[in-house]
């Protein structure tokens, strides 16, 4: 059964960049069937689907392009995880952030969440 | 505005049957996209229901069932207990802006 582990700080002041990362269990990052994937949800954007990378002969990454000038999404496979990191960050970017694994269309399995507020 | 467009609520008693329907268009849902759902509960992550428009993975119990007709999906609750209160959200893929697409979501209140 898959797990993930997200971390990062909770607090990130405007025009920095926004650093997550969410760490597999039961699973590997470089599996040929799963993407792992970042979304975020707030009140007035709703459930958003940030971008995603995986493993098909070579490293793939697919990004929405509603953030596609300022995000990356990088695998670790010495540390099984992968992270986020956005830049240029505004206060529209506080959001409840979540990592999952993608397989056949769907997501199914989640992090935890981690509350991002972009502050002074 | 969220591409998909859910109800933002419904409502039913213990024991009725309630449906939640995610409208989109050609280039998503009816395209031939699939449509999967989730059950967010207060305070925790999304967990996926239905997946490939009509499949449940194990463990969802079968009071929970999806549908797809042309450029439109439905959640089907059947059997209402008072746990299954929580958000609810279609999930797709549209072409035309090559990401998926989420609705905006629907509040179940048990009554």
């Known amino acids: 059964q898959v797990q993930l582990q997200q971390s990062g700080p909770g607090l990130v002041k405007p025009s920095q960049t926004l650093s997550l990362t969410c760490a597999i269990s039961g699973d590997s990052v470089s599996s040929n069937s799963a993407a792992w994937n970042w979304l975020r949800q707030s009140p007035s954007r709703g459930l958003e689907w940030l971008g995603r990378t995986y493993y098909r002969s070579k490293w793939r990454s697919e990004y929405s392009v509603s953030v596609k000038s300022r995000i990356s999404v990088n695998p670790d496979t010495s540390k099984n995880q992968f992270s986020l990191q956005l830049s240029s960050v505004t206060p529209e970017d506080t959001a409840l952030y979540f990592c999952?694994?993608?397989?056949?269309?769907?997501?199914?399995?989640w992090g935890q969440g981690t509350l991002v507020t972009v502050s002074p | 505005q969220s591409v998909l467009t859910q109800p933002p609520s419904v409502s039913g008693a213990p024991g009725q049957r309630v449906t939640i329907s995610c409208t989109g268009s050609s280039s998503n849902i009816g395209a031939g996209y699939g449509v999967h759902w989730y059950q967010q509960l207060p305070g925790a992550a999304p967990k996926v229901l239905i997946y490939g428009n009509n499949n449940r993975p194990s463990g969802v119990p079968d009071r929970f069932s999806g549908s797809k007709s042309g450029s439109s999906a439905s959640l089907a609750i059947t059997g209402l207990q008072a746990e299954d209160e929580a958000d609810y959200y279609c999930h797709s893929y549209d072409s035309s802006l090559n990401s998926w697409v989420f609705g905006g979501g629907t509040k179940l209140t048990v009554l």
């Open positions: 999952a694994r993608g397989r056949d269309g769907y997501l199914d399995s």
